[in-house]
């Protein structure tokens, strides 16, 4: 029997974690995960990355179309940045707004009307003729999306303690595929009327060169928002419902047990307090950001800022010439090494998460995990210097392959302090602001990250800071000055607050 004195009720509900448990041990058999319901959501994920990834192949040209640029080809990329960027802007002035209306109206809500403002901006990019048509287009995706964070309060809803990991690990797969699919979209259906003139031959398609791939990406997400219509569950039930229910309860409870008075089963300790009007309220944000819950945020955000400048760097590093600090190669093979980094990642993520998170715990597997970026960022100025050296054979490639199996490893970070941002929620009404807490945080530094990046690169080059390789150590030495971050995460979510409740009354 566990007896609940009165005041504990307000303390377990700004601070206890969703997930938590009596003995804080976690069930060894995992539950099996709805599958139905998570299939439908992994499409939603699928949506994004295809939708956002598709114009990769195409953005600078469709720029350099423009004219704005007054023939300075060098100016294109700061233009096409700057419409890449503005995504990640706009998420990250509307994705708490979003998650937070997600903990009032429900999921599903916003799930569709962000999967609507996808579908209508990327067909508007696809038929925009001037520069202020791509931002507005761009800024809507990005204003009314807030999917991302809403996607992994479901996730936390339709998983428990014991599969958790199983189901967090198939967001980075989805993400992977898409990133596989987007530029494979965007890359070979662009001006179809050049590459399949007797299918393509009208005017509209010269017109415009690439509404094709962007028409694709606008239609599946308009499958994926039947779908979620007709079949995807709400996760978040109706207020007057739960109250309904908890009352409901409430009489039979009473009528069963008058005889325990302020006792309750240890078994379901967790379900009556988190089925309560009180602890469904939400939480107010003072009162919902603790000290370990934005140490969980503040290493998502440093992860995701660590993250996207590798992967601005990769790119720009593969297409440099060798002479200026790069390798040289083609857009096909960059695409191509691109797209294998998604295919591995996708692979590995499904078959080695879980398991890896059940053997070493999620705190171990992100501390290593984020330590792999240090010989990430390393390996680029070997592999410049041994290019220099002896040109491109295949011990370049050799390191190329490390660094992508690196990057792999880097990819469980996110699933893991996934994990710790969403079980520690305090109930259900406040796990969409916590995600979207987080996401807010990631889509500030996406935002800023590349340009950062890409700046850094170029000085480093221009004034041969170096030898043009100090934004390489600049990263390393950022990676391991926010390591103690890493190492400052408990084994497990609400570890600090037993500690301070046990050190209280010892």
């Known amino acids: 029997m566990l007896v609940v004195p009165a005041s504990s009720t307000s303390q377990h509900d700004d601070r206890t974690p969703l997930l938590s448990s009596a003995d804080g041990k976690e069930p060894r058999k995992p539950t099996p995960l709805p599958k139905g319901q998570i299939m439908i959501l992994m499409l939603v994920a699928l949506v994004e990355p295809i939708a956002s990834q598709c114009i990769y192949p195409f953005i600078n040209e469709l720029v350099s179309g423009l004219d704005i640029t007054g023939g300075d080809e060098r100016a294109v990329g700061y233009y096409a940045g700057l419409i890449e960027s503005l995504f990640f802007a706009t998420q990250a002035l509307t994705v708490f707004q979003w998650s937070r209306i997600s903990d009032q109206i429900g999921r599903k809500p916003v799930l569709l009307v962000g999967i609507f403002g996808l579908s209508l901006s990327i067909l508007c990019f696809g038929l925009s003729k001037t520069f202020a048509g791509l931002v507005i287009s761009r800024c809507i ?91 995807l569950k709400e996760t978040l039930p109706n207020i007057s419902c739960e109250k309904m229910s908890v009352s409901n309860d409430s009489e039979a409870t009473a009528g069963r047990d008058s005889h325990r008075y302020d006792t309750i ?83 590995f993520q499904a078959f080695f998460f879980a398991p890896l998170v059940s053997r070493f715990g999620k705190r171990t597997l992100f501390r290593v995990s984020y330590a792999c970026f240090v010989p990430i960022f390393a390996i680029f ?30 990819d469980m970070a996110f699933s893991s302090i996934l994990m710790y941002i969403t079980t520690s929620a305090p109930g259900r009404r406040s796990l969409g602001a916590i995600n979207g807490i987080a996401q807010t945080t990631a889509s500030i530094v996406r935002a800023i990250g590349p340009a950062s990046a890409t700046s850094m690169f170029a000085y480093s080059l221009q004034h041969e800071l170096l030898g043009g390789y100090a934004v390489y150590l600049v990263m390393i030495a950022f990676t391991v000055a926010t390591m103690k971050l890493a190492s400052a995460l408990p084994e497990e979510v609400g570890q600090w607050e037993r500690n301070a409740r046990t050190s209280v009354a010892g």
């Open 265 to 347: 089963n240890e078994s379901s300790a967790y379900l009556t307090l988190s089925h309560t009007p009180q602890y469904d309220a939400p939480v107010p944000l003072r009162i919902l950001l603790t000290p370990e819950r934005i140490l969980y945020i503040v290493n998502y955000g440093v992860l995701a800022l660590v993250e996207i400048c590798m992967f601005v760097l990769l790119p720009l590093f593969l297409s440099t010439p060798i002479e200026l600090g790069g390798l040289g190669q083609t857009p096909a093979m960059i695409g191509l090494w691109m797209s294998g980094y998604g295919i591995v990642n996708s692979l």
């Open 381 to 410: 100025p070997v592999v410049n210097c041994v290019a220099r050296r002896w040109g491109v054979w295949w011990g370049i490639w050799g390191l190329m392959g490390c660094q992508l199996c690196l990057a792999v490893l880097t």
């Open 141 to 231: 995706t990005g204003a009314l999306n807030g999917n991302i964070g809403v996607m992994k309060s479901m996730l936390g809803e339709l998983t428990d303690s014991s599969n958790m990991a199983q189901g967090f690990a198939l967001m980075p797969i989805m993400w992977s595929l898409g990133c596989t699919l987007g530029p494979l979209i965007g890359g070979t259906l662009s001006r179809p009327q050049d590459h399949f003139p007797r299918l393509f031959g009208a005017p509209f398609w010269a017109e415009y060169p690439y509404f094709l791939p962007c028409s694709i990406a606008s239609a599946f997400a308009v499958v994926v928002f039947v779908v979620i219509v007709f079949f």
